[in-house]
T-cell receptor, first 110, second 114 residues
Framework: GQNIDQPTEMTATEGAIVQINCTYQ??????LFWYQQHAGEAPTFLSY????GLEEKGRFSSFLSRSKGYSYLLLKELQMKDSASYLC???????????FGIGTKLQVIP | NAGVTQTPKFQVLKTGQSMTLQCAQD?????MSWYRQDPGMGLRLIHY???????DQGEVPNGYNVSRSTTEDFPLRLLSAAPSQTSVYFC?????????????FGSGTRLTVV
C-alpha cells in the first residue's frame, strides 16, 4: 500500500526558517510533489523532485532522499502569507498513481 | 488564460439527487482528473483522463461518472447523492511535463449532501 506521513501542524516565527518533513512508503517511486494550499483555496504547485538532493526555488527549497523514503520542504525568511497547508504527494506509477499526504498546516506568527 | 474553471463553487443537494460538476481548462492539457478533499484525509483521486475519449477510475470512483468528449471539458456526475459525498471537489489538469509545472487545480466545488 501507499503511506505518506507528515506532521499535522507546525508553528514558526516570521522571518525564521522552517522545515516540513515528509516520509513515504510506496510501491514504486517516480517523484515527489510539494503543494501549498491556503485555507479555502486550491493547491498550488511548489516543486517536483525526481532525483536525490536539494532543489532551490527562491525562498523555498525541497530535498529528496529516495533510499530513506524522505523529503523535506524548507521555507526561509518566513512571511505571514506563508501560513497555509503544505501537501506532500508521491507519484508511484502512471499518471493516476499520485498519493497525497494529509498536509501540514503551518502557522506563521509575528 | 483562465486556467482550470470549476462550477458551481457551492452546492447543496438532497440525498438521492443527481448533479454534474463542471470543469473546463484552456491550457490544452492532455491530462485531467477529479479529486475530493475531506478533513483529516489527503486528496483522493476519483477519476482521471489522459486524453479526449479516454477515462479511468481512481482510488474512490463509486457513485461518480465522468466523460471526456473534448480536451477542454471533464465533467463529474454524481448519480445519486449520498451524505458521504459531502466534500470539496477539485479538478486538476497537467501536461506530461509535471517536473516543471505539476498539476493546475481549479478553485474547487464545496458540496453538501443533506
Amino acid at each position: 500500500g501507499q503511506n505518506i506521513d507528515q506532521p499535522t501542524e507546525m508553528t514558526a516565527t516570521e522571518g525564521a526558517i522552517v522545515q516540513i518533513n515528509c516520509t513515504y512508503q510506496t510501491s514504486g517511486f517516480n517523484g515527489l510533489f510539494w503543494y501549498q494550499q491556503h485555507a479555502g483555496e486550491a493547491p498550488t504547485f511548489l516543486s517536483y523532485n525526481v532525483l536525490d538532493g536539494l532543489e532551490e526555488k527562491g525562498r523555498f527549497s525541497s530535498f529528496l532522499s529516495r533510499s530513506k523514503g524522505y523529503s523535506y520542504l524548507l521555507l526561509k525568511e518566513l512571511q505571514m502569507k506563508d501560513s497555509a497547508s503544505y501537501l506532500c504527494a508521491v507519484n508511484s506509477g502512471g499518471y493516476q498513481k499520485v498519493t497525497f499526504g494529509i498536509g501540514t498546516k503551518l502557522q506563521v506568527i509575528p | 488564460n483562465a486556467g482550470v474553471t470549476q462550477t458551481p463553487k457551492f452546492q447543496v443537494l438532497k440525498t438521492g439527487q443527481s448533479m454534474t460538476l463542471q470543469c473546463a481548462q484552456d491550457m490544452n492539457h492532455e491530462y485531467m482528473s477529479w479529486y475530493r478533499q475531506d478533513p483529516g484525509m489527503g486528496l483522493r483521486l476519483i477519476h482521471y483522463s489522459v486524453g479526449a475519449g479516454i477515462t479511468d477510475q481512481g482510488e474512490v470512483p463509486n457513485g461518480y461518472n465522468v466523460s471526456r468528449s473534448t480536451t477542454e471539458d471533464f465533467p463529474l456526475r454524481l448519480l445519486s447523492a449520498a451524505p458521504s459525498q459531502t466534500s470539496v471537489y477539485f479538478c486538476a489538469s497537467s501536461t506530461p511535463d509535471r517536473i516543471n509545472y505539476g498539476y493546475t487545480f481549479g478553485s474547487g466545488t464545496r458540496l453538501t449532501v443533506v
